[in-house]
Nanobody
Framework: QVQLVESGGGLVQAGGSLRLSCAAS????????MAWFRQAPGKGREFVAS????????YYADSVKGRFTISRDNAKNTVYLQMNSLKPLDTAVYYC???????????????????WGQGTQVTVPS
């Protein structure tokens, strides 16, 4: 079993930055495809970004491309999401997800991941 714990969320003014972390425990996720999703109030969970096990391939939602950067440190069993130029529309609970198959076949779909964290709140007031 893999446990994922997100941290780094908070309240930030528009235009500001936050760095989210996702620490994995229970098993190494070095060969897992990892992702960040988010869910705003009253909306479904949407894909934000994902990264291949080796870190050489990254994928982003159009809404965050150029502002967010996903990265990983396999030695620390941790994945990061650097968020810059934050907007009120970025307000959501952010979830870390892991795909134990390690492929990126369904990287943008919730069904492509079998482990999830409990989420961290990011609030950008308008």
């Amino acid at each position: 079993q893999v446990q994922l714990v997100e941290s780094g969320g908070g309240l930030v003014q528009a235009g500001g930055s936050l760095r989210l972390s996702c620490a994995a425990s229970g098993r190494s996720v070095s060969y897992y495809h990892m992702a960040w999703f988010r869910q705003a109030p009253g909306k479904g969970r949407e894909f934000v970004a994902s990264i291949s096990w080796s870190g050489d391939r990254t994928y982003y939602a159009d809404s965050v491309k150029g502002r967010f950067t996903i990265s990983r440190d396999n030695a620390k069993n941790t994945v990061y999401l650097q968020m810059n130029s934050l907007k009120p529309l970025d307000t959501a609970v952010y979830y870390c997800a892991a795909d134990s198959l390690g492929d990126d076949y369904e990287y943008s779909s919730v069904v492509g991941y079998d482990y999830w964290g409990q989420g961290t709140q990011v609030t950008v007031p308008s």
